[in-house]
């Protein structure tokens, strides 16, 4: 499918320049950062999505993780160890 796509001479010359340094044609590049914009968006919705399904979730069952706990873990992970596999637990009020 062929589009026309009108930069404003300004950035037409950034994305020249761009291409250039990159070692791809000014359509080349220009393709691969819309592939990499779309799949951007497309990984922040199934973020948006599977955080409303996990609040649905939640507030069916009444539990939840303590953050504390998550935080650690997250912590013990990044540094390369192991850690325990959180429970979900009713929440306290």
């Given at each position: ?40 968006v ?5 973020f ?16 939840g993780?303590?953050?504390?706990e ?7 992970r ?16």
């Amino acid at each position: 499918m062929a589009t026309s796509l009108k930069l404003p001479p300004q950035l037409k010359s950034r994305v020249v320049m761009a291409a250039k340094g990159a070692g791809k044609s000014p359509h080349a590049f220009m393709v691969e950062a819309i592939e990499q914009q779309v799949a951007q968006v497309e990984r922040r919705q199934r973020f948006i999505e599977e955080a409303l399904a996990a609040e649905r979730e939640a507030l069916e069952t009444g539990k939840g993780f303590n953050a504390d706990e998550v935080h650690e873990a997250m912590a013990a992970r990044a540094q390369g160890g192991k850690t325990r596999r959180l429970k979900a637990r009713p929440w306290r009020e």
